[in-house]
């Protein structure tokens, strides 16, 4: 199974995004990851919408995928999960509200306006845009605030221990958990200096750590939650 799971990923990755070919080998590496072991179950009704969604995010991001011990597929299993548990919770969310329809009331049906309503040139934050495209640009903005909640959340629990995990070898303390925290979420963040000074470690050793290991994690993280690919953290 993980020689023919590295096998798919590769044919996949191999060809042009919307080509048939990447369709074909596509549909078979899905099979076989229906199939593993270890995949998030809920008994929420709708279950199977999350589902599909990974699905459909897994489809255009594969290539962002990378393996990590002990092997392929629990990492590639542990990868999709940290997607579909987001998902799932969004089932759970008090204002999931996916499928909203334009002709749905605001405020019930004695306010008598509807979202279709709003569709106006000015109703948006760039009155430039069309109508439709105003309330498109919204629901986007909408989602990624959402996000980057989720994103903050993860960061303060990090349920999985990747970021205090990645850490120097000769300073445990001074690892990514640590590192966003005082960088990404701390108002005011703290400067690198600053922290290079504290932890005892050089300045130059901390600057590297920061970019080549807690940045890409950060991006890694960003995109199991549903961020687009070469986001600014």
């Known amino acids: 199974m993980e020689e023919e799971l590295r096998k798919l990923i590769a044919e996949v990755c191999q060809h042009p995004y919307q080509s048939l070919e990447r369709q074909k080998a596509l549909n078979r590496l899905l099979v076989q990851i229906q199939h593993l072991p270890g995949l998030t179950k809920s008994s929420h009704p709708d279950y199977l919408d999350a589902l599909n969604r990974t699905w459909e995010w897994l489809s255009q991001n594969i290539q962002n995928f990378k393996p990590r011990p002990p092997s392929l597929q629990v990492s ?8 579909l548990y987001w998902r799932i919770q969004d089932l759970y969310a008090p204002d999931n509200q996916k499928y909203r329809s334009f002709d749905e009331p605001i405020g019930g049906e004695e306010a008598g306006q509807t979202y279709l309503d709003q569709l106006s040139e000015t109703g948006f934050f760039t009155p430039l845009l069309s109508g439709i495209d105003g309330y498109i640009e919204q629901l986007q903005r909408q989602e990624q605030q959402r996000i980057g909640l989720q994103l903050e959340k993860y960061i303060e629990s990090d349920p999985d221990g990747k970021l205090k995990n990645c850490h120097l070898k000769s300073n445990t303390q001074c690892n ?58």
């Open 76 to 83: 590639l299993v542990k990868w999709i999960n940290g997607y």
């Open 176 to 233: 990514c958990l640590l590192l966003t925290q005082r960088l990404r979420l701390k108002e005011p963040p703290d400067k690198l200096v600053d922290l290079a000074r504290e932890l005892k470690v050089n300045y130059q050793t901390l600057v590297a750590h920061w970019k080549r290991n807690c940045l890409p994690l950060l991006q890694e993280i960003a995109l199991s939650l549903g961020y687009e690919r070469d986001i600014e953290l």
